[in-house]
Protein backbone atom coordinates (compact mmCIF):
# COMPACT_ATOMS: atom_id res chain seq x y z
CA UNK A 1 0.00 0.00 0.00
CA UNK A 2 3.13 2.41 1.17
CA UNK A 3 4.41 1.78 -2.48
CA UNK A 4 1.31 3.64 -4.13
CA UNK A 5 0.49 5.79 -1.54
CA UNK A 6 4.22 7.32 -1.26
CA UNK A 7 4.62 8.23 -5.09
CA UNK A 8 0.98 10.28 -4.99
CA UNK A 9 1.51 11.96 -2.03
CA UNK A 10 4.95 13.25 -2.80
CA UNK A 11 3.60 14.07 -6.83
CA UNK A 12 0.33 15.99 -5.47
CA UNK A 13 2.29 17.59 -3.40
CA UNK A 14 4.94 18.64 -5.09
CA UNK A 15 2.11 19.36 -8.40
CA UNK A 16 0.12 21.61 -5.81
CA UNK A 17 2.84 23.94 -4.60
CA UNK A 18 4.50 24.69 -7.55
CA UNK A 19 0.64 25.43 -9.09
CA UNK A 20 0.18 27.51 -5.80
CA UNK A 21 3.42 29.87 -6.92
CA UNK A 22 2.51 29.95 -10.37
CA UNK A 23 -0.86 31.31 -9.24
CA UNK A 24 0.64 33.65 -6.26
CA UNK A 25 2.80 35.09 -9.46
CA UNK A 26 0.05 35.53 -11.83
CA UNK A 27 -2.27 37.11 -9.07
CA UNK A 28 0.59 39.72 -7.95
CA UNK A 29 1.26 40.62 -11.61
CA UNK A 30 -2.48 41.34 -11.55
CA UNK A 31 -2.66 43.49 -8.43
CA UNK A 32 0.92 45.34 -9.97
CA UNK A 33 -1.57 45.91 -13.37
CA UNK A 34 -4.61 47.40 -11.53
CA UNK A 35 -2.56 49.27 -9.04
CA UNK A 36 -0.47 51.19 -11.77
CA UNK A 37 -2.62 51.15 -15.26
CA UNK A 38 -0.14 53.11 -17.44
CA UNK A 39 2.19 50.85 -17.07
CA UNK A 40 1.18 47.92 -19.13
CA UNK A 41 4.28 45.54 -18.27
CA UNK A 42 2.76 43.83 -15.35
CA UNK A 43 -0.45 42.98 -17.29
CA UNK A 44 1.71 41.76 -20.16
CA UNK A 45 3.84 39.31 -18.15
CA UNK A 46 1.31 37.52 -17.03
CA UNK A 47 1.48 35.79 -20.09
CA UNK A 48 3.91 33.55 -18.63
CA UNK A 49 1.44 31.94 -16.51
CA UNK A 50 1.20 28.38 -18.33
CA UNK A 51 5.05 28.19 -19.05
CA UNK A 52 5.55 29.26 -15.74
CA UNK A 53 3.62 26.70 -14.28
CA UNK A 54 5.16 23.85 -16.45
CA UNK A 55 8.84 24.93 -15.51
CA UNK A 56 8.39 25.18 -12.07
CA UNK A 57 6.26 21.70 -11.69
CA UNK A 58 9.23 19.74 -13.86
CA UNK A 59 11.76 21.51 -11.39
CA UNK A 60 10.25 20.69 -8.87
CA UNK A 61 9.53 16.79 -9.89
CA UNK A 62 13.09 16.32 -10.96
CA UNK A 63 14.00 17.07 -7.22
CA UNK A 64 11.11 15.06 -5.57
CA UNK A 65 11.28 12.40 -7.90
CA UNK A 66 13.86 10.32 -5.85
CA UNK A 67 11.80 11.12 -3.19
CA UNK A 68 8.49 8.96 -4.09
CA UNK A 69 11.46 5.90 -4.36
CA UNK A 70 9.44 3.99 -7.28
CA UNK A 71 12.72 2.19 -8.04
CA UNK A 72 11.83 1.73 -11.99
CA UNK A 73 14.50 0.09 -14.12
CA UNK A 74 14.89 3.53 -16.24
CA UNK A 75 14.79 5.88 -13.68
CA UNK A 76 17.98 8.16 -15.24
CA UNK A 77 15.50 7.91 -18.59
CA UNK A 78 12.70 9.92 -16.37
CA UNK A 79 15.13 12.59 -14.87
CA UNK A 80 16.30 13.06 -18.63
CA UNK A 81 12.79 14.35 -19.48
CA UNK A 82 11.99 15.82 -16.66
CA UNK A 83 15.28 18.26 -17.22
CA UNK A 84 14.46 18.59 -21.14
CA UNK A 85 11.28 19.60 -20.44
CA UNK A 86 12.31 22.02 -17.78
CA UNK A 87 14.32 23.46 -20.36
CA UNK A 88 11.94 23.55 -23.11
CA UNK A 89 9.30 25.29 -21.09
CA UNK A 90 12.51 28.02 -19.32
CA UNK A 91 13.01 28.82 -22.77
CA UNK A 92 9.19 29.51 -23.30
CA UNK A 93 9.16 31.64 -20.55
CA UNK A 94 12.00 33.95 -21.47
CA UNK A 95 10.55 34.06 -24.97
CA UNK A 96 7.12 35.44 -23.72
CA UNK A 97 8.87 37.61 -21.02
CA UNK A 98 10.80 39.17 -24.17
CA UNK A 99 7.33 39.43 -26.15
CA UNK A 100 6.14 40.92 -22.93
CA UNK A 101 9.25 43.31 -22.60
CA UNK A 102 9.04 44.72 -26.23
CA UNK A 103 5.27 45.25 -26.41
CA UNK A 104 5.56 47.75 -23.46
CA UNK A 105 8.76 49.01 -24.59
CA UNK A 106 7.24 50.19 -28.16
CA UNK A 107 3.78 51.61 -26.12
CA UNK A 108 5.98 54.00 -23.87
CA UNK A 109 8.09 54.96 -26.67
CA UNK A 110 4.86 55.24 -28.86
CA UNK A 111 3.28 57.66 -25.93
CA UNK A 112 6.46 59.67 -25.22
CA UNK A 113 6.56 60.62 -28.94
CA UNK A 114 4.83 61.90 -31.98
CA UNK A 115 6.73 60.53 -34.75
CA UNK A 116 5.78 58.04 -35.85
CA UNK A 117 8.68 57.12 -38.49
CA UNK A 118 10.90 56.31 -35.12
CA UNK A 119 7.92 54.16 -33.78
CA UNK A 120 7.53 52.46 -36.77
CA UNK A 121 12.30 51.88 -37.26
CA UNK A 122 11.70 50.90 -33.13
CA UNK A 123 9.02 48.30 -33.88
CA UNK A 124 10.94 46.91 -36.82
CA UNK A 125 14.42 46.48 -35.11
CA UNK A 126 12.31 44.95 -31.94
CA UNK A 127 10.61 42.48 -34.14
CA UNK A 128 13.85 41.27 -35.73
CA UNK A 129 15.82 41.39 -32.47
CA UNK A 130 12.71 39.48 -30.70
CA UNK A 131 12.97 36.57 -33.92
CA UNK A 132 16.68 36.31 -33.56
CA UNK A 133 16.22 35.88 -29.51
CA UNK A 134 13.43 33.38 -30.40
CA UNK A 135 15.57 31.47 -32.77
CA UNK A 136 18.56 30.93 -31.13
CA UNK A 137 16.59 29.88 -27.90
CA UNK A 138 14.78 27.19 -29.88
CA UNK A 139 17.81 25.72 -31.70
CA UNK A 140 19.94 25.83 -28.37
CA UNK A 141 17.05 24.39 -26.00
CA UNK A 142 16.04 21.99 -28.92
CA UNK A 143 19.77 20.55 -29.06
CA UNK A 144 20.24 20.97 -25.18
CA UNK A 145 16.97 18.89 -24.93
CA UNK A 146 18.11 16.31 -27.29
CA UNK A 147 21.39 15.49 -25.69
CA UNK A 148 19.64 15.02 -22.53
CA UNK A 149 17.33 11.98 -23.27
CA UNK A 150 19.63 10.89 -26.07
CA UNK A 151 23.58 10.63 -23.96
CA UNK A 152 24.42 8.47 -26.75
CA UNK A 153 24.61 11.45 -29.08
CA UNK A 154 27.02 13.53 -26.89
CA UNK A 155 30.18 11.43 -28.10
CA UNK A 156 29.05 12.39 -31.68
CA UNK A 157 28.36 15.58 -30.74
CA UNK A 158 32.11 16.12 -29.72
CA UNK A 159 33.08 14.65 -33.06
CA UNK A 160 31.06 17.14 -34.83
CA UNK A 161 32.52 20.20 -32.85
CA UNK A 162 35.93 18.66 -34.51
CA UNK A 163 34.99 19.08 -37.54
CA UNK A 164 33.34 22.40 -37.15
CA UNK A 165 35.58 23.86 -39.33
CA UNK A 166 34.52 21.60 -42.20
CA UNK A 167 30.81 21.52 -41.95
CA UNK A 168 30.61 25.72 -41.32
CA UNK A 169 32.34 25.58 -44.81
CA UNK A 170 29.93 23.59 -46.23
CA UNK A 171 26.92 24.77 -44.58
CA UNK A 172 28.03 28.78 -45.61
CA UNK A 173 28.26 27.58 -49.37
CA UNK A 174 24.87 25.96 -49.24
CA UNK A 175 22.95 28.56 -47.17
CA UNK A 176 24.42 31.46 -48.96
CA UNK A 177 21.15 32.87 -49.96
CA UNK A 178 19.76 32.35 -46.39
CA UNK A 179 22.52 33.86 -44.58
CA UNK A 180 22.44 36.80 -47.25
CA UNK A 181 19.09 37.13 -46.23
CA UNK A 182 19.54 37.34 -42.72
CA UNK A 183 21.80 40.06 -42.67
CA UNK A 184 19.68 41.76 -44.87
CA UNK A 185 17.43 41.98 -42.11
CA UNK A 186 19.64 42.97 -39.53
CA UNK A 187 20.52 46.09 -42.46
CA UNK A 188 17.25 47.05 -43.03
CA UNK A 189 16.28 46.61 -39.29
CA UNK A 190 18.88 49.26 -37.86
CA UNK A 191 19.86 50.91 -41.31
CA UNK A 192 16.66 52.55 -41.66
CA UNK A 193 15.92 51.75 -45.10
CA UNK A 194 12.20 50.40 -44.92
CA UNK A 195 10.32 50.19 -42.23
CA UNK A 196 6.75 48.49 -40.86
CA UNK A 197 3.90 50.49 -41.88
CA UNK A 198 6.13 52.41 -44.55
CA UNK A 199 4.45 53.24 -47.99
CA UNK A 200 6.47 51.43 -50.48
CA UNK A 201 6.48 51.17 -54.42
CA UNK A 202 8.03 47.55 -55.25
CA UNK A 203 8.02 45.52 -58.85
CA UNK A 204 5.33 48.22 -60.15
CA UNK A 205 2.61 47.60 -56.68
CA UNK A 206 1.84 49.64 -54.35
CA UNK A 207 1.60 48.81 -50.68
CA UNK A 208 2.08 49.48 -47.22
CA UNK A 209 4.93 47.17 -45.51
CA UNK A 210 3.44 44.91 -43.35
CA UNK A 211 6.14 42.31 -41.74
CA UNK A 212 9.74 41.96 -41.85
CA UNK A 213 11.15 38.60 -40.42
CA UNK A 214 14.83 37.13 -40.66
CA UNK A 215 14.24 36.24 -44.32
CA UNK A 216 11.39 37.92 -45.93
CA UNK A 217 9.63 41.13 -46.18
CA UNK A 218 5.59 41.41 -46.56
CA UNK A 219 3.67 44.28 -48.28
CA UNK A 220 0.23 44.31 -48.19
CA UNK A 221 -0.85 45.36 -51.74
CA UNK A 222 -3.67 48.35 -51.69
CA UNK A 223 -6.26 45.54 -52.82
CA UNK A 224 -5.48 43.54 -49.74
CA UNK A 225 -3.08 41.29 -51.83
CA UNK A 226 0.15 40.47 -49.83
CA UNK A 227 3.58 40.29 -51.84
CA UNK A 228 6.41 38.60 -50.22
CA UNK A 229 9.92 39.64 -50.96
CA UNK A 230 13.40 38.57 -50.14
CA UNK A 231 15.19 41.26 -47.76
CA UNK A 232 17.96 40.55 -49.43
CA UNK A 233 15.62 42.69 -52.51
CA UNK A 234 15.45 45.55 -50.61
CA UNK A 235 19.38 46.38 -50.28
CA UNK A 236 20.29 45.05 -54.00
CA UNK A 237 17.86 46.82 -56.15
CA UNK A 238 15.88 50.38 -56.35
CA UNK A 239 12.71 50.78 -54.82
CA UNK A 240 10.34 53.94 -53.65
CA UNK A 241 10.02 54.78 -50.36
CA UNK A 242 7.29 57.20 -49.76
CA UNK A 243 7.10 57.40 -46.06
CA UNK A 244 11.04 57.99 -45.99
CA UNK A 245 11.76 61.79 -44.42
CA UNK A 246 7.79 61.53 -43.06
CA UNK A 247 4.42 60.48 -44.11
CA UNK A 248 3.76 64.04 -46.24
CA UNK A 249 3.33 63.37 -50.14
CA UNK A 250 2.68 65.30 -53.58
CA UNK A 251 0.20 63.39 -55.73
CA UNK A 252 -0.33 64.64 -59.66
CA UNK A 253 -3.44 64.34 -61.95
CA UNK A 254 -2.73 64.67 -65.36
CA UNK A 255 -5.33 65.26 -67.98
CA UNK A 256 -5.06 65.40 -71.49
CA UNK A 257 -7.46 68.49 -73.08
CA UNK A 258 -8.01 70.40 -75.58
CA UNK A 259 -5.60 73.88 -76.93
CA UNK A 260 -8.50 76.07 -76.57
CA UNK A 261 -9.54 74.57 -72.48
CA UNK A 262 -9.42 77.98 -70.25
CA UNK A 263 -6.43 76.75 -67.85
CA UNK A 264 -6.85 79.96 -65.40
CA UNK A 265 -10.07 78.94 -64.71
CA UNK A 266 -9.69 75.30 -64.53
CA UNK A 267 -6.66 76.60 -61.79
CA UNK A 268 -8.92 78.58 -59.48
CA UNK A 269 -11.40 75.77 -59.98
CA UNK A 270 -8.75 73.53 -58.33
CA UNK A 271 -8.10 75.76 -55.62
CA UNK A 272 -11.87 75.98 -54.53
CA UNK A 273 -12.45 72.31 -54.67
CA UNK A 274 -9.37 71.49 -52.52
CA UNK A 275 -10.19 74.32 -49.99
CA UNK A 276 -13.59 71.66 -49.47
CA UNK A 277 -11.51 68.49 -48.94
CA UNK A 278 -9.90 67.32 -45.34
CA UNK A 279 -7.72 64.96 -46.88
CA UNK A 280 -5.79 67.98 -48.63
CA UNK A 281 -3.27 69.26 -46.04
CA UNK A 282 -2.80 72.84 -47.27
CA UNK A 283 0.24 72.68 -47.90
CA UNK A 284 0.58 73.04 -51.15
CA UNK A 285 -1.35 72.98 -54.59
CA UNK A 286 -0.69 73.75 -58.45
CA UNK A 287 -1.71 73.72 -61.61
CA UNK A 288 0.44 73.89 -64.89
CA UNK A 289 0.43 73.39 -68.33
CA UNK A 290 3.10 70.57 -68.63
CA UNK A 291 3.03 69.53 -72.63
CA UNK A 292 1.84 70.69 -75.41
CA UNK A 293 0.96 68.20 -79.03
CA UNK A 294 -0.48 69.19 -82.59
CA UNK A 295 -3.50 67.79 -81.11
CA UNK A 296 -4.25 69.36 -77.40
CA UNK A 297 -2.41 69.98 -73.91
CA UNK A 298 -1.31 68.04 -70.97
CA UNK A 299 -2.13 69.42 -68.15
CA UNK A 300 -0.68 68.45 -64.48
CA UNK A 301 -2.60 69.22 -61.37
CA UNK A 302 -0.55 68.67 -57.61
CA UNK A 303 -1.62 68.92 -54.21
CA UNK A 304 -0.30 67.98 -50.82
CA UNK A 305 -1.22 65.39 -48.33
CA UNK A 306 -0.99 63.97 -45.02
CA UNK A 307 0.07 60.54 -46.26
CA UNK A 308 -0.25 58.04 -49.03
CA UNK A 309 -3.63 57.21 -48.44
CA UNK A 310 -4.79 60.65 -48.57
CA UNK A 311 -3.46 61.67 -51.47
CA UNK A 312 -4.62 58.36 -53.21
CA UNK A 313 -8.07 59.74 -52.34
CA UNK A 314 -7.10 62.86 -53.34
CA UNK A 315 -6.13 62.14 -56.66
CA UNK A 316 -8.98 60.38 -57.45
CA UNK A 317 -11.55 62.73 -56.07
CA UNK A 318 -9.65 65.57 -58.24
CA UNK A 319 -9.46 63.38 -61.15
CA UNK A 320 -13.27 63.25 -61.30
CA UNK A 321 -14.16 66.87 -60.43
CA UNK A 322 -11.74 68.38 -63.02
CA UNK A 323 -13.43 66.03 -65.55
CA UNK A 324 -16.47 66.73 -64.44
CA UNK A 325 -16.27 70.33 -64.13
CA UNK A 326 -14.81 70.26 -67.73
CA UNK A 327 -17.79 68.42 -69.50
CA UNK A 328 -20.60 71.13 -67.72
CA UNK A 329 -18.99 74.51 -68.40
CA UNK A 330 -16.38 73.43 -70.97
CA UNK A 331 -17.15 70.85 -73.13
CA UNK A 332 -15.52 71.96 -76.02
CA UNK A 333 -11.96 71.55 -73.85
CA UNK A 334 -12.42 67.63 -73.52
CA UNK A 335 -9.79 65.89 -75.74
CA UNK A 336 -10.82 65.48 -79.91
CA UNK A 337 -10.24 63.07 -81.86
CA UNK A 338 -9.26 64.47 -85.73
CA UNK A 339 -11.13 63.09 -88.13
CA UNK A 340 -11.77 63.46 -91.55
CA UNK A 341 -14.22 62.85 -94.04
CA UNK A 342 -13.18 59.99 -96.86
CA UNK A 343 -15.45 60.32 -100.28
CA UNK A 344 -15.50 57.06 -101.47
CA UNK A 345 -15.09 56.74 -105.50
CA UNK A 346 -17.65 55.02 -107.10
CA UNK A 347 -16.22 54.83 -110.38
CA UNK A 348 -16.97 51.85 -111.81
CA UNK A 349 -15.79 50.03 -115.15
CA UNK A 350 -18.50 49.49 -117.14
Known amino acids: MEEVLRPLVVFAATLAVTISIGAAVDRLLSHAAQKHPANRLPGLLRRIHLPLQVFLATIALHFTYPLAEINLRHDAVVLNILAAV ?29 DIAKVRRLHTQ ?87 T ?20 FNSKPYENWSKGGPQITGTVFLYLDTSTPVAE ?8 LRTRDDWDGRSWNLLVTDSTPFGIQVRASMSARNADDVWTLRCAVREELLDWLRNEHPNALPKIPTSVVEREHAMAE
Open 266 to 273: LREHLRDY
Open 214 to 233: LSFLTVRIWDDRRLTMPVSY
Open 126 to 212: LTLVRRIITTVLAVTTAAVAILLLFPNLRTLGTSLLASAGIIGVIAGVAAQSTLGNLVAGLQIAFGDSVKIGDTVVVEGEWGTVEEI
Open 86 to 114: AILSAAWVVMRAVDAVAENTLDKYAHRTN
